[in-house]
């Protein structure tokens, strides 16, 4: 079973135990070709939990997304959306990324769930000194952050135009690179174009991975489940400060914060559902 296959199952799962709040809004970006976070757009719940998800998987795609109309999905229910998460068409997956997300924030906040909000994604790997990285999904920030360290870092992307080679990091099309780091982060962008699975053959010799990115508000299960050992998503604080940033092209700034999910310290979606009475 694939991993959107796998979402499917366990959010129609949570669908018949739960009332999933509708869609009360979508938002996109402004039109800005300059703007850092104009890659990023919202689904927003009748009971405002917030799905993060990426725009910008092609150009065409961003293009499309930037027209929506958010009174065509005003009242549906983001399980309508989710059902695309196994479409080849990546307008709808993209889509369907941000209910996933929205509903599994929704799920996090009924349940209780404890965030932990002290310990970062990256530090949770124990990047030691003669640490190779890999990096699946050209991250800059994340990249600055390691080459910091001194680190040598091989990073993985789909794009030739982003090959490149500095001085302790490279960036290569190959994926069998990755056989030579032993601790490895991948974007969530993995998960939106069903590139996981395959990826996660050749990290077969890695202590610790870790799936990470503003889009990464989805439940761990089917990541936990392949063996990545950490998640680390963002959470909105500030429903009404980050909307109005994302419209405008803004930095999300204190209207979010970063979280970490670890394997070791997660049961299951089952597990949680026992704290709604």
């Known amino acids: ?41 919202a689904i927003i719940l009748e009971d405002n939990s917030i799905g993060i998800f990426f725009v910008a998987l092609t150009r065409e795609v961003k293009k499309e997304i ?20 196994t479409s080849n068409n990546l307008y709808k997956k993209s889509l369907s990324m941000g209910a996933i997300n929205a509903i599994s924030q929704f799920f996090f906040k009924k349940t209780n769930f404890s965030f932990d909000h002290t310990s970062d994604s990256l530090g ?18 994340l990249v600055k952050k390691i080459e910091e360290r001194g680190n040598k870092l091989v990073i993985i992307e789909l794009k030739e135009d982003l090959v490149k080679k500095e001085k302790n ?50 439940l761990p299960d089917p990541l936990f489940k392949r063996g990545i050992n950490v998640v680390g998503g963002t959470r ?35 597990e949680l559902l026992k704290n709604i009475h």
Not at 66 to 85: A, T
């Open 1 to 41: 079973m694939t991993i959107s296959s796998e979402y499917q199952v366990i959010l129609n799962d949570i669908a018949k135990r739960v009332q999933i709040p509708l869609i009360k809004e979508i938002i996109v970006p402004a039109v800005d070709e300059k703007a850092k976070k104009s890659n990023f757009a």
């Open 66 to 85: 930037l027209k929506i109309d958010s009174k065509e999905y005003k009242d549906i229910s983001p399980m309508d959306l989710v059902k695309n998460f």
């Open 124 to 141: 949770l790997l124990n990047i030691y000194e003669k640490d190779i990285v890999g990096m699946v999904g050209f991250f800059p920030p």
């Open 169 to 218: 990091w490279v960036v290569t099309l190959d994926p069998t690179n990755l056989e030579d780091c032993n601790k490895v982060l991948l974007t969530s962008t993995t998960i939106l174009n069903d590139t996981i699975d395959d990826i996660l053959k050749f990290c077969s010799n890695a202590e610790k991975t870790s799936i990470i990115g503003p889009t990464a508000g989805f």
């Open 236 to 270: 909105i604080i500030n429903a009404k400060g980050f909307l109005h940033n994302i419209r405008n092209n803004i930095r999300w700034g204190s209207t979010t914060k970063k979280y970490s999910i670890t394997r070791e310290n997660y049961s299951d979606y089952l």
